[in-house]
């Protein structure tokens, strides 16, 4: 009996550590299985896009396919090209406009949610409303509101106050303000959603010494406030401007770049050189040329936040 109860005891002692091996083996198949996309995605995402950057040094169009490699061509030739830079002028009139007026709003409402208002809750969900609206959705709903005729919701209320009819997106010099009043709609949640949650980060105690020493509480906003704020500022207006350079659903779901050519940004450019045209590398072009753009604007901020920190840390 000892000596089967040995042979069982040695039996077992051989079939544990095989099972643990076999289930290792099964945790590190499953872990390789489940980062195999974290891999792979991102080398795809590179593969496009050194394959669009080698498309902007050949003559590539959707009817002939490849015919061949011309160098620089494409991009001088969009370098002199007037209308690559009334793309570029409106793309940059839009984002200077687009994200200080985000930046300035988004404050306001932060700072108002942040205080201890009656149905404080009602209004943080209703500002988070634009946020859970597709752009597409909200620009067509804008494009409704904001028809330039005596049917359009904005018309009618100007006119019954006296106001004449204006054309809004339909016209060459109210197209691109009313594309940034859109846009303004659609982020201005975001901006003051990331700057509450800084209002609601900062430390209590300089307050208190300013309360101490008798600042008022425009002071304590100029000389606290708005300091301590710089890092959401710079945070949430990088993420604007890269959005802001790359707009192109809101602008598609309305004017589609016109009336004319007076919203036709850079993507926009893209789009009508790519499909409309055919002509896929002066599309790509303009598209790496944007990319370049955004490219600097993130690598100014990112500077700037450095130093930034390097002032706080001396």
């Not at 609206?133 to 006296?162: C, D, E, F, Q, Y």
């Amino acid at each position: 009996m000892q000596a089967e109860a040995a042979i069982h005891g040695r039996d077992k002692s051989v079939a544990l550590p095989a099972a643990r091996s076999a289930r290792e083996a099964r945790e590190k198949r499953l872990a390789l299985a489940l980062l195999l996309p974290s891999v792979l995605i991102p080398m795809l995402l590179m593969l496009a896009f050194l394959f669009g950057i080698a498309m902007t040094f050949t003559q590539w169009r959707l009817t002939t396919g490849f015919v061949g490699f011309i160098g620089l061509s494409n991009y001088v030739e969009l370098l002199t090209r007037g209308d690559f830079w009334h793309a570029l002028a409106m793309t940059l009139k839009f984002t200077l406009i687009d994200v200080p007026v985000e930046l300035a709003l988004g404050l306001g409402l932060a700072l108002l949610l942040n205080e201890k208002l009656k149905g404080l809750r009602f209004w943080r969900t209703l500002l988070i409303l634009p946020l859970m609206t597709p752009p597409v959705v909200g620009s067509l709903l804008w494009k409704v509101i904001m028809r330039p005729t005596g049917a359009g919701i904005l018309n009618h209320m100007l006119m019954s106050v006296g106001f004449p009819m204006q054309g809004f997106l339909g016209d060459p010099n109210q197209a691109i303000l009313s594309l940034v009043a859109i846009d303004v709609w659609l982020y201005t949640p975001f901006v003051a959603t990331i700057l509450l949650a800084g209002l609601q980060s900062l430390p209590r105690d300089p307050y208190e010494a300013a309360l101490v020493d008798g600042a008022s509480a425009w002071q304590a906003f100029r000389h606290i406030t708005l300091p301590l704020l710089i890092p959401y500022f710079i945070v949430v207006g990088f993420f604007r401007a890269i959005d802001s350079l790359n707009v192109f659903d809101t602008i598609y779901g309305t004017t589609t770049g016109g009336p004319g050519d007076a919203s036709r940004v850079l993507n926009m450019m893209a789009l009508e050189e790519g499909f409309n045209w055919y002509n896929l590398s002066i599309g790509i072009t303009v598209t790496v040329f944007l990319w370049a753009l955004c490219m600097v604007v993130g690598y100014t901020l990112f500077r700037h936040v450095q130093r930034e920190r390097q002032g706080g840390m001396a």
